[in-house]
């Protein structure tokens, strides 16, 4: 243990005599709250991030170098950053800064004022205790566990908290760095640090430590740069994505589950990856790797290194559920990514879809429409599922009050399901492929992929223009407004009226499909209505597949759900 580490080390203990770690601020434990003026003057290029872990002061020892260039004339940064750290210095080059640090906050001044276009490092040296995991991933931060041999198994997960609970960084989508980042992570030796991008280097950091050198050259999600350490077994082999890149394809499996994991990367990875290519796209990283790391906790999308913790078992459609999804993170999430988190259901309601569709592929229609009928009856609508207003991840996703919470996932899925059968396959997959790739022809394209922001208005166009028809109207009804659209059937002298209405009175020419004397036809909407003629409710099945997302009264509504319980 160095100096530095060994002064770290007594302090923590100090601390732990003393009084027990200060609670930490609201702010700090949110991420994507919408930025200030000060950080929104500048891009993120590069991250170098060094972290000393201390495995039995649940401590890091560290700095980290941000590398931005100046939207605007700057004289300040801002950073996001945990203010229990202790802060040794901050400097530029040669140069110490002065700088203000509150407990979410950290306001570096660069002693001169940067032009517009200007690039700069600063780099933060830094020790302390972060925060600890509660119940991960959901309830995120360092996740400090042992392997069922009792040796030491630490992990990374904190989507809802940013990345300022580990490094100083700007925690919002926007805030990702464009040209990646740099990771020197020293373990105790016999431990494994495994992370994002490629293995640079492994050296002797000294008193029986060992630094891993990670690095991505990739733009990434700031909460998807991850830490895993345990003792870990490698497991490899590689495969040809539809691009042509020879893909380095790396599970680390914590030793005690070495036959384990074997078993479940000889059942089931090549096949599932040769799906998504096939249904989606080229794989986005194949340049680095496609990496899964077996973690204390469930799961997450960690670029490269997705964490997976789901115990290698099958759901009941025959398939390990949870790294399919994290896989699916590496197109919905990775590559495209939200703009801001009012748009999260672009991650997952397109992540937990692409289950279902897997499901149709390998079972067929009765069992994709078997798993897509629960998650119908989990759609809550209390709340739009894609607000207007900028939200933060406690506000959407955590706090059932102010967000839709699980409708990201539940809402979201249907509503491609939806979506899909209204446009058609052919149509529904070229938009997907345009919003993940930016282009219907993601063969051409090489590693890496160009990752990009992405908004519900986004896909919104670009349905729109592959249908050649404005489709505003679907995405206004389903993500801007909480409650389902309703159908009323109403038997009049002329036949079977049928009538849309919506929470806010929208346009919505929803067609859909009505069995009549066992055939099969498509009835068109204008002015949200339609008429069937000379036809009675006995006369027609209407939807006869569930095909259209839509009030059923067998689905409680916000109001129902929350009468029942009290609320």
């Given at each position: 243990?160095n100096?530095?580490?060994a002064?770290?080390?007594?302090?923590?203990?100090?601390?732990?005599?003393?009084?027990?770690?200060?609670?930490?601020?609201?702010?700090?434990?949110?991420?994507?709250?919408?930025?200030?003026d000060?950080?929104?003057q500048?891009?993120v290029?590069?991250y170098?991030?060094r972290?000393d872990v201390?495995?039995e002061?649940?401590?890091?020892?560290g700095?980290?170098t941000?590398?931005?260039?100046?939207?605007?004339p700057?004289n300040?940064?801002?950073?996001?950053?945990?203010g229990?750290?202790?802060?040794?210095?901050?400097?530029?080059?040669?140069?110490?800064?002065?700088?203000?640090?509150?407990?979410?906050n950290?306001?570096?001044d660069?002693?001169?004022?940067?032009?517009?276009g200007?690039?700069?490092?600063v780099?933060?040296?830094?020790?302390?205790?972060?925060?600890?995991?509660?119940?991960?991933?959901?309830?995120?931060?360092?996740?400090?566990?042992?392997t069922?041999?009792?040796k030491?198994?630490?992990?990374t997960?904190f989507?809802?908290?940013?990345?300022?609970?580990?490094?100083?960084?700007?925690d919002?989508?926007?805030?990702e760095?464009l040209?990646?980042?740099?990771l020197?992570?020293?373990?105790?030796?016999?431990?494994?640090?495994?992370?994002?991008g490629?293995?640079?280097?492994?050296?002797?950091?000294?008193?029986g430590?060992?630094?891993?050198?990670?690095?991505?050259?990739?733009?990434?999600?700031?909460y998807g740069?991850?830490l895993?350490?345990a003792?870990?077994?490698?497991i490899?082999?590689?495969?040809?994505s539809?691009?042509?890149?020879v893909?380095?394809v790396?599970?680390?499996?914590?030793?005690?589950?070495?036959?384990?994991?074997r078993?479940?990367?000889?059942?089931?990875?090549?096949?599932i990856?040769?799906?998504?290519?096939?249904?989606?796209?080229p794989?986005?990283?194949?340049?680095?790797k496609l990496?899964?790391?077996?973690t204390?906790?469930?799961?997450?999308?960690h670029?490269?290194i997705?964490?997976?913790?789901?115990?290698?078992?099958?759901?009941?459609?025959?398939?390990?559920?949870?790294?399919?999804h994290?896989l699916?993170?590496?197109?919905?999430?990775?590559?495209?990514?939200?703009?801001?988190?009012?748009?999260m259901?672009?991650?997952?309601g397109?992540?937990?879809?692409?289950q279902?569709l897997?499901?149709?592929d390998?079972w067929?229609?009765?069992?994709?429409?078997?798993r897509?009928?629960?998650?119908?009856?989990?759609?809550?609508?209390?709340f739009?599922?894609?607000?207007?207003?900028e939200?933060?991840?406690?506000?959407?996703?955590f706090?059932?009050?102010?967000g839709?919470?699980?409708d990201?996932?539940a809402k979201?899925?249907?509503?491609?399901?939806?979506l899909?059968?209204?446009?058609?396959?052919?149509?529904?997959?070229?938009a997907?492929?345009?919003?993940?790739?930016?282009?219907?022809?993601?063969e051409?394209?090489?590693?890496p992929?160009e990752?990009r922001?992405?908004?519900?208005?986004?896909?919104?166009?670009?349905?729109?223009?592959?249908?050649?028809?404005?489709m505003?109207?679907f995405?206004?009804?389903?993500?801007?407004?909480?409650?389902?659209?309703e159908?009323?059937?109403?038997?009049?002298?002329d036949g079977?009226l049928?009538?849309?209405?919506?929470?806010q009175?929208?346009?919505?020419?929803?067609p859909?499909?009505?069995?009549?004397?066992?055939?099969l036809?498509?009835i068109?909407?204008t002015?949200?209505?339609?008429?069937?003629?000379?036809?009675t409710?006995?006369?027609?099945?209407?939807d006869?597949?569930?095909?259209?997302?839509r009030?059923?009264?067998?689905v409680?509504r916000?109001?129902e759900?929350?009468?029942?319980?009290?609320g």
């Amino acid at each position: 243990m160095n100096l530095k580490s060994a002064m770290l080390v007594i302090a923590v203990l100090a601390l732990a005599g003393c009084a027990a770690v200060a609670e930490r601020d609201a702010r700090l434990m949110d991420s994507g709250l919408p930025l200030s003026d000060l950080k929104r003057q500048y891009d993120v290029l590069h991250y170098t991030i060094r972290t000393d872990v201390l495995v039995e002061e649940k401590a890091i020892d560290g700095s980290a170098t941000i590398r931005f260039r100046a939207k605007a004339p700057m004289n300040s940064l801002e950073l996001h950053f945990d203010g229990e750290f202790d802060i040794r210095s901050v400097t530029r080059g040669d140069a110490a800064l002065a700088y203000e640090q509150t407990a979410w906050n950290l306001v570096i001044d660069l002693g001169a004022t940067m032009a517009a276009g200007e690039i700069a490092d600063v780099t933060v040296d830094y020790a302390g205790q972060p925060v600890e995991a509660e119940n991960p991933p959901w309830g995120g931060g360092f996740v400090w566990e042992k392997t069922p041999s009792g040796k030491p198994w630490i992990a990374t997960a904190f989507q809802g908290e940013g990345c300022d609970v580990w490094w100083p960084c700007k925690d919002h989508p926007t805030g990702e760095p464009l040209n990646g980042v740099d990771l020197f992570i020293t373990v105790p030796d016999g431990l494994t640090a495994a992370s994002n991008g490629v293995l640079q280097s492994t050296t002797d950091a000294g008193d029986g430590r060992t630094t891993f050198h990670w690095k991505t050259e990739s733009a990434i999600n700031t909460y998807g740069i991850a830490l895993n350490i345990a003792p870990y077994v490698l497991i490899e082999s590689s495969y040809t994505s539809t691009n042509g890149t020879v893909v380095p394809v790396q599970f680390w499996a914590i030793e005690d589950h070495e036959a384990e994991a074997r078993e479940l990367f000889d059942r089931e990875f090549q096949d599932i990856i040769d799906w998504f290519e096939k249904t989606v796209g080229p794989y986005p990283w194949g340049h680095e790797k496609l990496g899964i790391a077996e973690t204390p906790h469930l799961g997450m999308e960690h670029q490269t290194i997705n964490a997976y913790g789901n115990e290698f078992r099958k759901d009941e459609w025959g398939f390990d559920w949870l790294f399919h999804h994290e896989l699916a993170h590496e197109w919905f999430g990775n590559v495209m990514t939200h703009a801001t988190v009012s748009d999260m259901w672009l991650h997952e309601g397109f992540g937990a879809y692409m289950q279902a569709l897997y499901t149709r592929d390998t079972w067929g229609e009765a069992a994709y429409y078997a798993r897509m009928f629960p998650i119908l009856q989990r759609i809550r609508s209390c709340f739009a599922t894609a607000p207007v207003e900028e939200m933060s991840d406690d506000q959407l996703y955590f706090n059932t009050t102010t967000g839709p919470g699980p409708d990201i996932y539940a809402k979201g899925s249907w509503a491609m399901h939806t979506l899909r059968e209204t446009i058609g396959d052919e149509l529904f997959f070229r938009a997907v492929r345009i919003l993940v790739y930016g282009t219907d022809r993601p063969e051409t394209l090489q590693a890496p992929i160009e990752a990009r922001l992405r908004s519900t208005d986004d896909f919104a166009s670009i349905v729109s223009g592959v249908t050649g028809e404005d489709m505003s109207w679907f995405f206004d009804a389903y993500f801007r407004q909480a409650a389902l659209p309703e159908l009323a059937v109403t038997e009049t002298d002329d036949g079977l009226l049928l009538t849309w209405s919506t929470e806010q009175d929208t346009d919505f020419p929803m067609p859909i499909d009505v069995r009549i004397d066992g055939e099969l036809e498509r009835i068109e909407f204008t002015d949200n209505t339609a008429l069937i003629p000379e036809a009675t409710r006995d006369d027609v099945l209407i939807d006869p597949w569930l095909d259209v997302l839509r009030y059923f009264p067998t689905v409680p509504r916000c109001d129902e759900r929350e009468d029942a319980s009290g609320g």
